[in-house]
């Protein structure tokens, strides 16, 4: 073995690393989407394999990990964790349904717009968490049956969620993999997300909303709704308020302050955490820090970490640049044809398989191109193409994310049956009206 | 080897044909929030009708999905309202209502077991037999105090 090369000698049985990384690659993607799995064990389970066979070692395995991606969620998951507790959300929805005089169409419009607004600056799984039982609440107390709400919501969480740096986990781990802000997410992104939020509105009035309608009796139920009582925690909802400003005013200057996304998002956790925290007992603090530590995602948290590991492997292995060279063979190298498809593909894909897995191999793949491409700064449309793709497409099936399940879950919970066939019927062609108004954005944008 | 039993053999039931109405007067009647249901052939235990359980269906679904809403202080449904809803289950069979009971044991639990689960917050336990499943008593909070101090000891 002596004068071999390291990584080469090592991998189990002396078999090509390509071979053993691609295989353990498919393996466990093939199981992530069989859904028989917690997709956690999974992937650390394959990122682990691929340490013990030998195609990585663990510190090449810990430098896989990009760990602003996996800070950034966890300091907004914190955050969250303790707004949520001071009510914030349900005011915000009571208030927004007296706004439009408890009209079930002003309704839906409104619980979308507050959807969308949450999501794109935290969580889609933790704002429709939040908002769908609010809105179960309303329609229930309207006599109305609740599935367009919830389909709307549906809609507006991953339509929201696209506008912004932190709004989804794929815009996440792209503007930490490119470098981008969440200013240049704003101003690229977010001018195309509002005009696909209206357009996706109008289709759902024609289908479900002129027929919705409430009686006055009920319609008065919901307007002697106390927002103000669903305030539990004033000071908390303050304190809360301010350090959701001063982190997004961090992400905002991020530039000019030189810091990065996941330090300025745990700081604020940090911050949050001590104001809610400070003069406690001792038992309060740690019930109170145990709460939002443990309510944080880590079945999220511990998949991202694998499937970053995973991707390296395969990127090591070299399959990622075989790849990249395969899309760049069926686009004919064209710049224009190479974006484009990436925001089809992405789309289509991402209705059926988590995105999260498919954008991580996508990073690499899409840097690897930048070369052929005329280098980072011709790559920009591409990420826009990514993001765009991977979580719009999200919207055209019942699993294609994870907040459509969660709201589908919800919805079980309460009595009102959401069915796959029956939510992809609308849900998949509305999908491919927003990836047709993107193609359009970035064609006339960046083309 | 024979101890005094602390559970109560004479106890309220209900059958799983009889309406919630009837159930509500059995509570009222004999002052207890938690009947067992048995069925009406052979006396086995069906499951427990709660009061929990009863008002569940007084208050909104989403409340009781466990997340989002937290509290109810914002809304003001009236007395009234609930009444009104209240006059629309009166007539179903306690046979929609049942839940599983949250804990049973058998005539010969030790005692300490039985102080353990009503110390856990688990009252109105039922005491069925395990040889055929039929309920055979209650034990109650209030039976063990008797026990523990009444003139049973």
Redesign the interface.
């Given at each position: 073995m002596q004068g071999e090369p390291a990584h080469a000698a090592s991998v189990l049985f002396g078999l090509p690393p390509l071979l053993v990384a691609t295989t353990l690659f498919v393996v466990t993607y093939l199981v992530i989407m069989s859904d028989r799995l917690n997709r956690a064990i999974v992937a650390l389970l394959g990122a682990g394999a691929l340490i013990l066979v030998g195609v990585l070692d663990q510190h090449e395995a810990m430098r896989a990990v990009d760990w602003n991606t996996l800070g950034l969620l966890l300091g907004m998951m914190l955050i969250v964790n303790v707004t949520r507790r001071s009510?914030l959300?349900?005011y915000v929805a009571?208030w927004s349904a007296k706004k439009v005089g408890a009209d079930p169409w002003g309704i839906l419009l409104m619980m979308s717009i507050v959807t969308a607004v949450f999501s794109a600056f935290l969580d889609n799984v933790t704002t429709v968490?939040?908002?769908?039982?609010?809105?179960?609440?309303i329609t229930?107390?309207l006599e109305v049956k609740p599935y367009p709400f919830l389909f709307a919501q549906i809609f507006a969480s991953n339509i929201g969620g696209t506008a912004t740096l932190i709004g989804d986990p794929p815009n996440i781990m792209i503007g930490s993999a490119a470098h981008l802000t969440f200013n240049d997410f704003g101003v690229n992104l977010a001018p195309i997300i509002v005009v696909i939020m209206a357009a996706t509105m109008v289709p759902l009035y024609f289908l479900w909303g002129r027929r919705l309608s409430a009686s006055p009796e009920c319609r008065k139920?919901v307007m002697?709704?106390?927002?103000?009582?669903?305030i539990?925690d004033p000071r908390l909802l303050r304190q809360s308020l301010a350090v959701i400003a001063l982190v997004i005013a961090g992400f905002m200057l991020q530039r000019q302050i030189g810091i990065e996304p996941a330090t300025i998002a745990i700081f604020g956790a940090a911050v949050l955490l001590l104001l809610d925290n400070l003069g406690k007992d001792s038992e309060t603090q740690s019930k109170n820090v145990h709460g939002a530590l443990s309510e944080a995602e880590w079945i999220t948290l511990m998949f991202f970490l694998g499937l970053f590991v995973l991707v390296y492997g395969i990127q090591k292995a070299g399959l990622i640049d075989m790849m990249a060279q395969g899309l760049l063979g069926a686009t004919g190298g064209d710049y224009k044809v190479t974006t484009l498809a990436i925001l089809w593909a992405s789309a289509v894909l991402s209705a059926f398989v988590d995105n999260i897995p498919f954008v991580a191999t996508m990073l690499p793949l899409i840097k690897s191109m930048g070369p052929a491409l005329g280098g980072d700064q011709a790559l920009l449309p591409l990420w826009w193409a990514l993001s765009l793709g991977a979580c719009l497409g999200g919207n055209g099936t019942l699993i294609g994310a994870s907040a459509n399940l969660v709201v589908a879950g919800?919805a079980e919970?309460?009595?009102t049956s959401f069915r796959f066939l029956e939510y992809l019927k609308v849900a998949f062609p509305l999908m491919l009206v927003s990836i047709v108004l993107s193609h359009v954005y970035v064609w006339l944008r960046y083309l | 080897m024979t101890s005094p039993v602390i559970f109560n053999r004479n106890f309220p039931s209900l059958k799983a044909t009889e309406t919630v109405a009837d159930a509500v007067r059995r509570m009222l009647d004999d002052r207890v929030s938690d009947l067992p249901v048995v069925d009406a052939a052979g006396g086995r235990l069906v499951g427990m009708f709660r009061l929990d359980r009863l008002y569940a269906t007084l208050l909104p679904k989403a409340v009781l999905i466990g997340y989002g809403v937290p509290d109810l202080a914002f809304v003001s449904d009236t007395l009234g309202q609930l009444r009104e809803k209240m006059r629309e289950i009166e007539h179903l069979p306690v046979r929609d209502f049942v839940v599983r009971p949250r804990d049973v044991v058998a005539p010969d639990t030790p005692p300490l077991e039985i102080v353990l689960l009503l110390h856990q917050g688990i009252n109105n336990i039922p005491v069925v037999d395990p040889a055929d499943g039929k309920l055979v008593g209650m034990v109650s909070a209030r039976d063990l105090l008797n026990a523990l101090c009444g003139e049973g000891g």
């Open positions: 009510g959300f349900q009571i968490l939040l908002t769908v039982p609010v809105t179960m609440l229930e107390e139920r002697n709704f106390h927002e103000g009582e669903a539990t919800l919970r309460a009595g | -």
